[in-house]
């Protein structure tokens, strides 16, 4: 959700104008990094050490793809590169099986290395000859990585119509991720989004070496995970009236094993999060009789923080969400669940017999304590079958659960606190990681700048830090508005995440995302231009005025109309200062030549 310390940011958005059971830990790379690469060679997230060298290996009608060893695994990563190079060089390689022998000239090897443990778990090394493509890696997820930086590599233009061949540079690359967590938290409860869509989103992941999805599947506005024992949450919960009409959506169970399959298969872990004890109208909604007042609810219709919460004096609420989270748990095998804890009100609880008698009984202070009581009770339940609890920072207040991970919303005190403490953190400040925002607010350049690790901890308080999270909370993005939003910021956190603290360099990365625009370009990735400016911008004028359109960016063309209409590629074509003589509005919009465009920006000049 958007977080209430962050809303004031959000005034900014008026500028919209018209997986698996693997264990995240921290890495232990060594930061060490050659000179800036040659404009051959833009990868995103930048590699710890690359070097460049002469010449290139050209991609045939006779390129193969050179398996050894890995069984299933290694061959799924090999037909997914042979599929995306066929994608974008119209060569489709064979897949063959080879031996420990010398390589073979004019192939792509895949090569599960023993002896290369130093790398970690997702690290690889990748060398490109004339002759040879060579990706060795430890273990499966690294051969992974360093097949979607062959992919880069290939050229700006993968996925496009195919040219009759392909390059890929010769360099030479070790490489391994900063931080085990990178993460984009995905909010499909404001706004439900398709199946599909998610499946896109963790290519888009992939791509850019990202390895979590935390997937937000209830909220105040729609409970969006079909429960077999309650049946209600998604007739009831996962529905709520938009202007009269009906809204919503959910996943069903052969959905959510779907999704989840689709992202293990590309190395990323979906953690799901099931929000209590707030943030729950919509399961509310559906079982009124886990509130402490009885009810009757809707679905919230309004975004924000709301007093009826689940009841923590009730032993019928914790067999619920027992019984929820056990259905949950066949569903996701991911290590951790997150069940938010955050934006608690607690006036309910105050009133509330049952909850005073649950505060009585426990001996507990106060309401506070009480949350405290209801998340550690929760995490009893989720440690008793081998999962790991995350919430919000707010689970720090009253006293953390004794397993719990923090994630760190509300700034890095939370983080600092945590780690301290001895509980592992994800940084996700909204201050820098949330997405929603407008670009005003958090631009490219300031993303790029997030440190994860607080400076104030020790070196063994900092390992503590598992990574860090980019948020794409949906109440003011539909489906259709997710990339503008998340990108280009996401290629920006995935930098900070993957590559090494001191190699970050804004000039560099500014430098080679004017590549990766065009790799977005063709992945349909609809990501955020700054619309023109206008100088003077509105005002009022005497007699006449002269208006000059800019383009920040310095690479697309400004298309404007000055009858109301919304611009588009064959309006016309800003070349000189726009002459006005009367009343008008100015309605421009910059676009790109991969096809994209900013939105839609109006400036007013009134003659009196």
């Known amino acids: 959700m958007i977080r209430t310390v962050g809303m004031a940011l959000l005034v900014a958005i008026g500028g919209w104008i018209i997986g698996d059971d693997r264990t995240l830990a921290q890495s232990s790379q060594p930061a060490t990094f050659s000179a800036p690469a040659a404009a051959a060679a833009q990868v995103i997230p930048r590699p710890v050490r690359l070097e460049t060298l002469p010449g290139a290996f050209v991609i045939t009608d006779s390129t193969r793809i050179v398996v050894d060893a890995g069984g299933d695994e290694v061959r799924a990563v090999a037909d997914s590169l042979a599929y995306s190079l066929g994608r974008a060089t119209g060569h489709n390689p064979g897949i063959v099986e080879g031996g420990a022998g010398a390589p073979a000239k004019g192939a792509v090897h895949l090569v599960l290395a023993r002896g290369a443990e130093a790398l970690g778990d997702e690290g690889y090394e990748l060398t490109v000859t004339t002759d040879t493509v060579m990706l060795r890696a430890p273990k499966v997820a690294g051969l992974f990585w360093g097949a979607q930086t062959i992919r880069q590599l290939v050229g700006p233009e993968a996925g496009s119509a195919a040219p009759s061949k392909r390059e890929i540079p010769c360099v030479r690359i070790t490489d391994s991720p900063r931080y085990a967590w990178r993460g984009l938290l995905l909010d499909c409860c404001r706004h439900f989004m398709t199946k599909d869509f998610v499946k896109r989103y963790i290519d888009l992941l992939a791509y850019h070496k990202m390895n979590v999805l935390h997937w937000h599947l209830t909220e105040d506005q729609g409970w969006r995970i ?267 956190m995935a930098e900070v995440a993957w590559s090494p603290a001191e190699a970050r360099d804004w000039a560099d990365f500014s430098r080679r995302m004017s590549d990766h625009y065009r790799r977005l370009d063709a992945m349909g990735v609809t990501y955020y231009i700054p619309p023109p400016t206008a100088d003077p911008p509105d005002t009022t004028f005497a007699e006449s005025i002269e208006v000059k359109l800019v383009d920040s960016t310095g690479r697309g063309v400004i298309r404007y109309t000055l009858d109301g209409a919304g611009p588009t590629r064959e309006s016309q074509r800003y070349t000189a200062p726009i002459p006005l003589k009367n009343t008008t509005t100015i309605s421009a919009r910059t676009f790109w030549q991969g096809g994209n465009a900013s939105d839609i920006v109006q400036f007013k000049y009134r003659k009196p």
């Not at 923080?305 to 009730?314: E, I, M, P, S, W």
Request: glycine fraction near 8%; charged fraction near 25%.
């Open 226 to 492: 079909a429960i077999r024992k309650y049946p209600r949450l998604t007739e009831v919960g996962a529905w709520r009236d938009d202007g009269g009409e009906r809204y919503g959506g959910f996943y069903s169970q052969e959905d959510i094993r779907e999704v989840v399959a689709y992202a293990a298969s590309r190395h990323i872990t979906v953690v799901p999060e099931i929000e209590m004890p707030g943030h729950c109208t919509a399961a509310l909604a559906a079982y009124p009789e886990l509130s402490c007042t009885g009810g009757p609810f809707p679905v919230e219709t309004k975004w924000g923080v709301f007093k009826d919460v689940y009841c923590a004096g009730n032993d019928r609420t914790f067999e619920f969400l027992e019984d929820v989270l056990s259905e949950v748990m066949e569903l996701f095998p991911s290590t951790y669940i997150h069940i938010g804890g955050d934006e608690v009100p607690k006036n309910r609880w105050h009133e509330c017999p049952k909850c005073q008698a649950r505060i009585k009984a426990e001996g507990l202070k106060d309401e506070h304590e009480l949350q405290s009581y209801f998340v550690r009770r929760v995490e009893k339940f989720l440690n008793g079958r081998g999962r790991r609890l995350i919430g919000w920072d707010e689970i720090l207040e009253g006293g953390v659960a004794p397993n719990a991970t923090v994630q760190s919303w509300r700034g890095m005190a939370g983080a600092v606190a945590a780690a301290t403490a001895g509980h592992d953190v994800i940084s996700s400040p909204h201050s820098h990681t949330y997405v929603i925002y407008d670009y005003n607010a958090i631009s490219l350049e300031k993303i790029y700048s997030f440190e994860p690790t607080p400076k104030e901890l020790t070196a063994d308080q900092a390992k503590h830090v598992l990574g860090a999270e980019a948020a794409m909370w949906t109440e003011y993005a539909w489906q259709d508005r997710v990339d503008h939003q998340v990108f280009p910021r996401l290629c920006a």
